[in-house]
């Protein structure tokens, strides 16, 4: 006997899944095309004059394209990884991975990876974090208000639910940042006590930025509230890490090394807490091979000038204060090109020089040379007053022309 035939609406559901495949986008670029935001636009594409390249031709993007690549809402990696046919045919079938109960599950994929992006980076005036520096200082002294404690928690909160949907989606990038922001997070709020957790955190993202294989139930782990670890947990590391030869068949090596500079700072970031100032100094010193490369923009810069900045402080904590101060110059230096050179960012600049010079304040009065850490403070005090009058006056005039026109 033959099969029977369909109904009318089983031919209907049918037809309802097959592919038109006249109506696909154009395929994704080879990974070797993607660069990120590792190549100058000939143009601006976003305003003001921190996005100039100094020293050459060209306009950094403001990390754009870098953010592109890492939250790949186009899904360039899955479309590679399955070709064009199973892609689509799995999307319109809504069989890609996914959060599919909870708040998230009326939303498609694509929205759900928007949701991830705004977990991850989004920022508002509570943000303790807010800002281009990423130097390490103690927050928690015990002395926060309720509503620090509160905006805190819900921060690092939100660090755990972005690491969940990250692995829901199988986004392994995603993962790896999830989990440098919970180590971030973790020392914003508990500092020291957090900082065991914090390094495991980090840890785990160098795990997935790296070369080998993870295990996705280990790092699971991390998204609970509170984690809860096993003693004698048998590790299964079987999915491949970004910089994986099986991943670069589908995506750029540029999405590893993003990972691993984040990773790698917060983690240097993590041993300076548990007072592991050796430790953390090399953790820091990784980073700047993976800087060498990148363009000198303000966006960038402000990644070198946290790093030299980290460094000179881990020598400050265990005594050297000449070494400490060779790194703040560097970092200052950064701040001076940007003032002195055209188009450079000004406000990024003063930003700079103000961060550097507060480091070695704070060095000197470790090192008792107290007189002159009070000489540098006062200089920075006394420009940041005058930025602010100048702000304030700059602001008022903007108003009072849009008034008048």
């Keep these: 006997m033959g099969k029977n035939a369909k109904s009318a609406r089983g031919v209907q559901k049918a037809l309802g899944r097959k592919l038109d495949k006249s109506t696909l986008p154009p395929p994704p670029p080879p990974p070797e095309k993607e660069h990120g935001s590792s190549k100058p636009l000939d143009e601006p594409n976003l305003p003001g004059n921190g996005f100039k390249v100094l020293g050459k031709e060209g306009y950094d993007d403001g990390g754009v394209a870098d953010l592109s690549l890492l939250i790949d809402l186009e899904d360039n990696v899955q479309r590679r990884r399955r070709g064009e046919t199973e892609y689509f045919t799995k999307l319109k079938a809504d069989l890609l991975p996914r959060a599919t109960v909870g708040p998230m599950a009326e939303l498609t994929r694509r929205d759900q990876k928007v949701s991830l992006a705004q977990l991850l980076f989004s ?36 660090a755990r639910a972005a690491l969940k949907m990250s692995l829901l989606l199988r986004e392994p990038a995603c993962a790896s940042l999830s989990l440098s922001e919970l180590c971030k997070r973790l ?15 980090a840890d785990k993202a160098i795990e997935i930025a790296g070369t080998g294989f993870w295990d996705s139930d280990e790092v699971a782990i991390e998204a609970e509230n509170p984690p809860r670890i096993k003693a004698n947990y048998e590790k299964n590391a079987t999915a491949p890490g970004l910089a994986n030869p099986a991943t670069l068949k589908y995506q750029p090596m540029r999405i590893a090394y993003l990972c691993l500079r984040s990773a790698l700072l917060q983690r240097g970031n993590a041993l300076a807490a548990l007072g592991k100032e050796e430790e953390a100094r090399e953790s820091y010193e990784k980073v700047a091979p993976l800087l060498e490369e990148e363009p000198r923009c303000a966006r960038v810069d402000w990644e070198r000038h946290s790093l030299w900045v980290n460094i000179g402080n881990t020598y400050s904590r265990t005594g050297n204060f000449e070494l400490a101060d060779k790194h703040y110059k560097s970092a200052e230096l950064l701040g001076n090109d940007h003032l002195n050179e055209t188009g450079g960012s000004e406000s990024d600049g003063k930003g700079m020089v103000a961060c550097a010079k507060r480091a070695r304040a704070f060095a000197l009065k470790k090192a008792g040379r107290l007189d002159e850490a009070k000489a540098i403070m006062k200089t920075v005090v006394e420009q940041q007053i005058k930025d602010n009058l100048e702000a304030e006056k700059k602001e008022a005039e903007e108003k009072a022309a849009k008034e008048t026109e």
């Design 123 to 158: 920022e508002d005036d509570k943000c303790e974090d807010k800002g281009p520096s990423e130097v390490y200082t103690d927050l928690a002294d015990g002395e926060e208000d309720v509503d620090t404690i509160r905006n805190r928690r819900e921060r690092l909160g939100q």
């Design 187 to 201: 020392l914003i709020l508990a500092g020291k006590d957090g900082a065991e957790a914090a390094l495991r955190c």
